[in-house]
């Protein structure tokens, strides 16, 4: 399973609606979630593990699915980041 990162912009207009969105598709995945909207940045960010892109796409709220972006992400141990620099 890999790794993904959701990001879930809204509008300030959108926020409430966004947040029910994602409580809907249950708590769990709403604990995943760090929202920026209470200092103004109307977005949210969940590292998910899954399947595939199309996986993770699948968890997100039907409404949101085209719209919330998913990138795969990866940590580095120091080891690999030295690696690179021979």
């Not at 409580?23 to 940045?41: D, N, Q, R, S, Y």
């Not at 968890?59 to 980041?81: C, D, H, Y």
């Amino acid at each position: 399973m890999a790794k993904y990162m959701v990001e879930a912009p809204h509008t300030k207009e959108r926020c409430l609606e966004a947040l029910d969105e994602v409580l809907a598709t249950g708590p769990e995945f709403l604990a995943e979630f760090h929202w920026g909207c209470p200092v103004g940045v109307h977005n949210g960010w969940a590292i998910v593990e899954g399947e595939s892109e199309s996986a993770v796409r699948d968890m997100l709220p039907a409404s949101q699915r085209e719209k919330w972006g998913i990138t795969e992400v990866t940590k580095f141990t120091p080891e690999q980041i030295e690696a690179y620099h021979q």
